[in-house]
């Protein structure tokens, strides 16, 4: 039981560079989200999903785009990494009573 | 939007004193406040969550006390114990299908 599972778990980036963080859950779970994790400054909302092909803003959605043509994976992409991306992201899955599973992270340095 | 304040910052004390964090949040529509626990190089894990209708809710050592007329709600963890050290963190979300997360609270246990 995998639960919600995050690759890669660390990435390396120059600035300007592009990637595909990818977020898959097995527990049939409508809702996905997409958080990022700076010192101080909590778990911020990027994106979220309320259902297979749909996509909506969080608080911190520029320089992110994001994807869910499957119900099990949420993908986040960044078209043009930035050195104010570097953070940790994670990836979270919701049932309907409301409990988010998170992922372990994905460390992103952007140099 | 949501907003979530978490105070304090950082919280050190002593195993089996009691350790409290206390958050408020803006939105008067929100009615789903969960506490996660976050360990060293891990995703957040949910340990109690109190809904609007529900004053205080308790489970073994730790409690989570809403007050809706003052939009503030705190988390109590009794007895600590090391394995209590960690970060925590309190979130709200209202009717729509954001969880909006506070800053963190890291406690220390000392042995």
């Known amino acids: 039981n995998a639960g919600v599972t995050q690759t890669p778990k660390f990435r390396v980036l120059k600035t300007g560079q592009s990637m595909t963080l990818l977020c898959a859950q097995d527990m049939n779970h409508e809702y996905m989200y997409w958080y990022r994790q700076d010192p101080g400054m909590g778990l911020r909302l990027i994106h979220y999903?309320?259902?297979?092909?749909?996509?909506a803003k969080g608080e911190v959605p520029d320089g992110y785009n994001v994807s869910r043509l499957k119900k099990q994976n949420f993908l986040l992409g960044l078209e043009s990494a930035a050195p104010s991306q570097t953070s940790v992201y994670f990836c979270?899955?919701?049932?309907?009573?409301?409990?988010?599973?998170f992922g372990e992270g994905s460390r992103l340095t952007v140099l | 939007g949501e907003n979530v304040e978490q105070h304090p910052s950082t919280l050190s004390v002593q195993e089996g004193d009691s350790a409290v964090i206390k958050c408020t949040y803006s939105d008067s529509a929100s009615n789903y406040f969960p506490w996660y626990k976050q360990e060293l190089g891990k995703g957040p894990q949910l340990i109690i969550d109190?809904?609007?209708?529900?004053g205080e809710k308790k489970d073994q050592r730790i409690a989570v006390t809403l007050n809706k007329t003052a939009k503030h709600f705190s988390l109590h963890i009794t007895e600590t114990q090391p394995e209590d050290s960690a970060v925590y963190f309190c979130?709200?979300?209202?009717?729509?299908?954001?969880?909006?997360f506070g800053a963190g609270t890291r406690l220390f246990v000392k042995a």
């Open positions: 109190i809904r609007s209708n529900v």
């Open positions: 979270a899955s919701r049932t309907t009573a409301g409990e988010l599973f």
């Open positions: 979130a709200a979300r209202g009717g729509g299908f954001k969880t909006i």
């Open positions: 999903s309320v259902g297979e092909g749909t996509t």
